[in-house]
């Protein structure tokens, strides 16, 4: 019997091909560990999770509901309503990941991925220029006791780490998503991929759905590819539509129900009262919890009502 | 990007016949299957499916710049580092230099609160010479519903550049660098679109205004029978898209209507308020649905509060969330407060008005379906935003008025307030 019509899913079936094996009597002589082959058992990769260090996003609270910022190897995806802040966090991600390791910070670069047009380089250097002073002055505070180097890091020079690519339709923003593994891999010190936003060419009228599907899960399926393969975060925004729900209708993230099983993680930023807030949706490791945040003159910060310093872990 | 040629990529000669002969021409077609499908489709192996997608990828991806690289090329290259200055200090400080280029720039607000001012007023700014804080090129105003009135815009100009527009021939000029298209149906507002394309390639076109999107939607939904509240819809894709491609300006006025009970505005994990979450005062949101709310760039929200007309950045990158006071004169809009006082929380996109709009029913449908009559209840709507008596009132509402009444003015010297 042919590989080919074995009720499994289109990836397997082309994983099982590419490996040469075309019929079941081929397959049956197989064991699991050798099908499996580039594992890793769960220990090992405690291991390496505990090495791994994550992006603050400048806001205390945020950090400690995603415990300790965002995580490299995963795709975290975002969503929210019109200016609740997700290019403000996208932005300041992309500061934050430059943060150099002595610092407490990964001192990566970052690809920011602008499918809406709403990347002001004004506000890039203005978010660029008040991580500088906050550096500067952690730095100061840790001199004190370990004898750190100089912060010799200029707000142009943040610009210049961040790759900014303008995305304007659907084909583009899936020949990017394809091209950015040459890129990473010319550019390996890229620890961050930020798209904004993932929904916007994938909203407008989109005749055929099940066209749109194919193309999204190949899409998260490649975003989930660079993040393992190159140890990097990959955050993506999404939108929000209405969907009719227990008798009323309420706010959803966009793209479908399919979609959101592709992301690791998933936060939604609401509003709630005066306040903005993130919730944790959904992560397999995470438990679910909101945190208020700010968005300020210098960028996502604590919020005003909880007057705790600004750790830059 | 999109539509790149796959035998001009530089793919081995095999694989570009392969192409070819499954009719898969440009990127697009190309990108739009799996690896799987493609290997499937082509009938070749993985390895060379693989390579040649990455090749397609490559060419088909727009080049990266870095920001820092962005923000040189804007400063040096741009106009006013890529910002049209409204001329209203405060809001042109908060817009870190004024309305940005390619981008869209939203106007909304009750009916009679400033929109096609705001417009009129940017028109003429883009249209002067650079000394003067133009960008010195030609406007192109698609105006839906008949609002424009060069007479008020010569009177925006002559007010508030003097100078300029007393020389002779000055004022000719200006207005003649303003075009101004009245599309009558769907047909002609695609129409009017490519035109500006074809006007943006020859350089000349240093903004775009439509006025309004509201107008442009319901006209669809009235013609084709739609009934769905959001229409999705590809022209006001094209207008995003000639802001990309073009780097100018382009500003949009959007209506307001009535928050209906059926829209959501809680996700399924926040607690449901018991208390009627609609409010006191009426509701008013900005039309056009949330789809259109995440397309636009800048979200500028003009109100009427307790007497006083409010402009308020209720979506902008990088602004706060500050609120102006203003006032329509004789020169256009002048702001009363440079400083603004900073909104906490969800009150920036909130809309109010002094009067109350239809329940359920948007507002829309009134102006396309039936225009209010110009008489009474109009003056009415201008009367509910004057200021209290007691304080100076402003001339420039009969002139606005008799504006779009389109009557002949009498012989009456505009300099003396009554």
């Known amino acids: ?313 | 990007m999109a539509d790149k040629l796959i035998k001009e990529m530089g793919l081995p000669k095999s694989m570009a016949n392969v192409f070819a002969a499954r009719n898969i021409t440009t990127a697009q077609e190309a990108l739009a299957l799996t690896d799987f499908e493609l290997m499937l489709l082509l009938d070749v192996g993985m390895a060379e499916v693989s390579s040649a997608l990455a090749r397609i990828s490559e060419i088909a991806c727009p080049p990266y710049q870095t920001a820092l690289a962005l923000m040189e090329q804007r400063i040096q290259k741009e106009g006013h580092g890529g910002h049209l200055p409204t001329g209203l200090k405060g809001l042109d400080e908060a817009l870190c230099g004024g309305i940005p280029f390619g981008v869209l720039t939203e106007l909304v607000g009750p009916a009679g609160i400033g929109k096609t001012q705001f417009c009129m007023k940017l028109s003429l700014l883009a249209s002067l010479p650079t000394a003067y804080g133009g960008l010195n090129g030609r406007v192109i105003y698609i105006d839906v519903e008949s609002k424009f009135s060069s007479r008020r815009m010569i009177e925006i100009g002559v007010q508030s550049f003097p100078d300029i527009f007393n020389m002779k021939g000055m004022a000719q000029e200006m207005a003649g660098r303003i075009l101004v298209l009245r599309p009558t149906s769907l047909s002609k507002f695609t129409e009017s679109l490519q035109q500006i394309q074809v006007a943006l390639r020859q350089q000349q076109v240093k903004l775009v205004v439509i006025d309004s999107m509201t107008a442009v939607i319901s006209g669809i939904i009235f013609c084709l029978g739609i009934t769905d509240k959001e229409p999705q819809d590809n022209t006001y894709l094209v207008g995003i898209s000639l802001a990309e491609f073009s780097r100018i300006p382009i500003v949009v006025t959007n209506q307001v209507r009535s928050q209906t009970r059926d829209e959501g505005c809680q996700y399924s994990f926040q607690v449901r308020s018991t208390e009627d979450p609609v409010g006191y005062d009426s509701h008013l949101v900005a039309a056009l649905g949330i789809n259109w709310a995440h397309s636009v760039t800048i979200r500028l929200v003009l109100e009427a509060k307790s007497g006083q007309r409010f402009i308020k950045l209720a979506k902008s990158p990088m602004s706060p969330p500050l609120a102006f006071p203003f006032n329509i004169t004789a020169a256009g809009i002048s702001l009363l407060d440079d400083y603004g006082r900073e909104l906490k929380g969800a009150e920036i996109n909130k809309i109010h008005s002094h009067e109350k709009a239809k329940e359920g029913l948007p507002a829309t449908f009134l102006t396309v379906r039936q225009k209010p009559p110009p008489t009474s209840s109009y003056v009415q709507r201008r009367q509910t935003l004057r200021p209290h008596s007691g304080e100076t009132r402003h001339y420039s509402d009969d002139i606005l008025w008799r504006a779009h009444d389109l009557r002949p003015v009498p012989p009456r010297s505009c300099l003396h307030p009554d």
């Open chain 1, 1 to 313: 019997m042919e590989v080919g019509r074995l009720p499994i899913s289109a990836s397997q079936r082309g994983k099982l091909i590419r490996a040469g094996y075309t019929t079941l009597s081929s397959l049956s002589s197989l064991s699991p560990s050798d099908l499996a082959r580039g594992a890793q058992t769960a220990w090992d990769m405690l291991h390496e999770e505990q090495l791994l260090r994550r992006i603050t996003t400048s806001c205390a609270d945020l950090d400690n509901i995603l415990g300790g910022g965002i995580n490299c190897k995963e795709v975290t995806e975002i969503g929210g309503v019109p200016g609740i802040g997700k290019t403000q966090l996208g932005i300041q991600l992309a500061v934050n990941v430059q943060i150099p390791v002595d610092l407490g910070g990964l001192g990566g670069k970052a690809v920011y991925i602008d499918t809406e047009g709403s990347f002001m380089v004004e506000r890039a250097l203005q978010i660029a220029e008040a991580s500088v002073l906050d550096m500067v002055e952690y730095n100061d505070l840790l001199r004190k006791e370990h004898r750190k180097c100089q912060v010799n890091l200029k707000p142009n020079d943040l610009l210049e780490s961040i790759y900014y690519f303008r995305i304007c339709s659907y084909t583009e923003q899936m020949a990017v998503i394809s091209y950015l593994d040459k890129f990473i891999s010319a550019h390996k010190d890229v620890k961050i991929v930020i798209v904004d936003s993932v929904t916007f060419h994938f909203r407008q009228d989109f005749e055929d759905l099940a066209l749109r599907t194919r193309l999204l899960s190949g899409m998260a399926l490649k975003l989930m590819n660079l993040a393992k393969t190159y140890n990097l975060a990959v955050v993506i925004f999404n939108q929000v539509t209405t969907k009719y729900m227990e008798g009323s209708f309420q706010l959803a993230l966009a793209l479908g129900d399919s979609w959101s099983h592709s992301c690791t993680n998933r936060v939604i930023l609401y509003w709630n009262g005066d306040d903005r807030y993130a919730f944790i949706d959904k992560s397999p490791s995470l438990r679910s919890a909101s945190a208020p945040f700010s968005v300020t003159g210098k960028g996502i910060r604590n919020s005003a009502s909880n007057h705790k310093r600004i750790k830059l872990m």
